[in-house]
Structures are given as C-alpha cells and as structure tokens.
C-alpha cells in the first residue's frame, strides 16, 4: 500500500485533534505520513505533538511534489479562503479524512476536502459538498443536504429532509427538526433547537431558535 503524504493547515484545535485521527488511522493501515503543520500565525520549526510546524501557506504554494492537505479551520470563510489561496498550487489533493467509526449507509454522497471526526452517522441519501466539518458525535438524518465549507460542531443533530446551505456553522448540540432549511452564511447558536426555517445571513440561538442579528 503506498504512503501519502499530507500536511495539516491549521495548528489549533481542530489541527491537533485532526492530528490524532490520522494517527489512529495510521493504526488501521491507512499510511498516511503526516509531514507537519502549516499556520500563518506560528513559528516555523515549533513542534506541536511531536511535528514541526513548516510553515505558513506559501509554503505549500511553492511545494514541487504531489501532496494532501487536510484545511482544519472551524470557520468556513477562513477556511474557503484558505483553499482559494493553496489550491493554485496543482500538485495539492484535498482528500476526506474520515474517522474509521463513521458509521454511513452506501446511499451518502461527499465531495471533497472534508473531515469527519469521531462517533458520526450518516444514514441514507444524504448529499454532503466540500470541506464539510463533521465534529465529533454529529448525526444527520435521512434525504438531508449539507452544502459547502459548513461546520456541524460537537453532538449537532440534523433531522431528516434538512438542508443547511454554504457556509453555515451549527454550534455544540444544536438541533434542527426535520424538513427545515437553514440558509447561507448562518450561524446557529451552541444549544439551539431550529423548528422553523432560518433565513440566509444571520444569527439564530435560543429554545427555539431565534434570528437576533443579521451579519
């Protein structure tokens, strides 16, 4: 089996907790040789979890080899633009990094550059774009749509027939009833249970969700 090589993009949080899934992955001969960190805001050559941190984003623009990277950023405009600036570089693959406990039917479809952290399900037709965040314990329902850069932080639970346009972010436990939408750009609230429609733009929290703030 060949060894990929990949570097994570984003030293935080999610890039550390993104770090153990590759190396329990790792345990489960997935090869993956993880290379380091890269972040615009840390120190080239700090270690973090015994990798070094290579460099900012215009390392990766001038790499001359075939290499992954796994963009873990939990904003998603930060993240888009992460992408938008490394992907002129040709030789960067965005594969899915996906925990090896995902439970998902056949019938899920995903695009690409998404991570699906640990305790996640999926169940059946199901559509998922690019670089989706899937934080841990996150589950979604049947005939549901989750569009792209959105991040479903912890225990998030998505009902069926829901669609949760661009860029949105769902925070820690929050909940949607079945057949609702949630637009684009819209951040709900850690806690929130959305039984109505959210329009695109805004800022829904509370039992039940309420818009408080356009953005």
């Not at 941190?53 to 993240?79: F, H, M």
Request: glycine content about 12%.
């Amino acid at each position: 089996m060949s060894i990929n090589d990949i570097v994570i993009i984003g030293a935080g949080g999610l890039g550390r907790e993104v770090l153990f899934e590759l190396r329990e992955l790792n345990l489960h001969n997935r090869n993956y040789n993880i290379l380091g960190f890269i972040d615009d805001n840390k120190s080239e050559g700090s270690i973090i979890h015994g990798l070094p941190v290579l460099g900012s984003t215009n390392y990766l623009l001038n790499y001359k080899e075939d290499i992954s990277a796994v963009i873990c950023v939990g904003n998603p405009q930060a993240r888009h633009s992460i992408y938008k600036k490394v992907s002129k570089n040709t030789k960067i693959k965005f594969p899915n990094i996906i925990a090896d406990d995902f439970r998902c039917s056949d019938f899920v479809k995903m695009g690409k550059g998404n991570v699906v952290c640990f305790s996640c399900i999926a169940t059946v037709d199901i559509e998922i774009g690019d670089f989706v965040i899937l934080s841990n314990g996150t589950k979604i329902g049947h005939d549901s749509k989750v569009g792209n850069f959105v991040t479903l932080y912890p225990s998030v639970n998505v009902s069926g027939n829901v669609n949760v346009g661009d860029y949105s972010e769902l925070g820690v436990g929050a909940s949607i009833i079945q057949n609702k939408s949630i637009g684009t750009g819209v951040v709900v609230g850690a806690g929130a249970v959305v039984i109505n429609d959210i329009p695109k733009n805004c800022t829904a929290v509370g039992v039940p969700a309420r818009v408080i703030k356009e953005i």
